[in-house]
Nanobody, 121 residues
Framework: QVQLVESGGGLVQPGGSLRVSCAASGSIFSIYAMGWYRQAPGKERELVAAITPGGNTNYADSVKGRFTISRDNAKSTLYLQMNSLKPEDTAVYYC???????????????WGQGTQVTVSS
């Protein structure tokens, strides 16, 4: 019914930049808050950044000033621009969205399949 498809991950050198995207599709009535999470090997999944439909954002302290979250509501797409990447940013990055389907009265959370980001020289 709903698909969140991430793209844009890959291998980048320390100090480099990368942009990941997440496109939502399906029988969607409305998309509310969206966010990026990441999970490194042996660690718990953590919130990286989140954004409301109106554009209010919040970031994990570890990425403030380096990462920028944005969304295109017309395209149902979420972005994460990552600059000044560090090896500790290496993780699988997951898209999360609070979505209400046309067939339902309430929203619920959906997850993408994840995209690998590796920061290494």
């Amino acid at each position: 019914q709903v698909q969140l498809v991430e793209s844009g991950g890959g291998l980048v050198q320390p100090g480099g930049s990368l942009r990941v995207s997440c496109a939502a599709s399906g029988s969607i009535f409305s998309i509310y808050a969206m966010g990026w999470y990441r999970q490194a090997p042996g660690k718990e999944r953590e919130l990286v950044a989140a954004i409301t439909p109106g554009g209010n954002t919040n970031y994990a302290d570890s990425v403030k000033g380096r990462f920028t979250i944005s969304r295109d509501n017309a395209k149902s797409t979420l972005y994460l621009q990552m600059n000044s990447l560090k090896p500790e940013d290496t993780a699988v990055y997951y898209c999360n969205a609070d979505i209400r389907l046309r067939s339902e009265l309430a929203s619920r959370a959906y997850w993408g399949q994840g995209t690998q980001v590796t920061v290494s020289s």
